[in-house]
């Protein structure tokens, strides 16, 4: 079974994934969010065009603002 690492998680890998299904099955809701996949900084315009290698290393995260 080939897997990727979603924030240090296994996750099992599927042909033509993509970001947003990444994230629909981690159930990330926050709308501030910044990818990386492999190190590489992804555009949110590029979430459902990037498609997501096996063994690739994705890191999600969260960013917070306030005042």
């Known amino acids: 079974m080939k897997t990727i690492s ?4 296994s ?5 033509n ?5 990444i994230i ?8 501030m969010l910044v990818v990386k996949v492999n ?3 992804i ?3 590029e979430y ?8 690739a290393d ?3 995260i969260h960013l917070i603002s306030g005042g």
């Open 58 to 60: 994705v890191r999600i």
């Open 48 to 55: 459902d065009m990037i498609i997501i290698p096996a063994a």
């Open 11 to 15: 996750l099992k890998w599927e042909q």
């Open 24 to 31: 629909g099955k981690m159930n990330y809701t926050f709308k």
């Open 17 to 21: 994934m993509t970001i947003n299904v």
């Open 39 to 41: 190190g590489e900084l």
């Open 43 to 45: 555009k949110k315009t």
């Open 6 to 9: 979603v924030n240090g998680n």
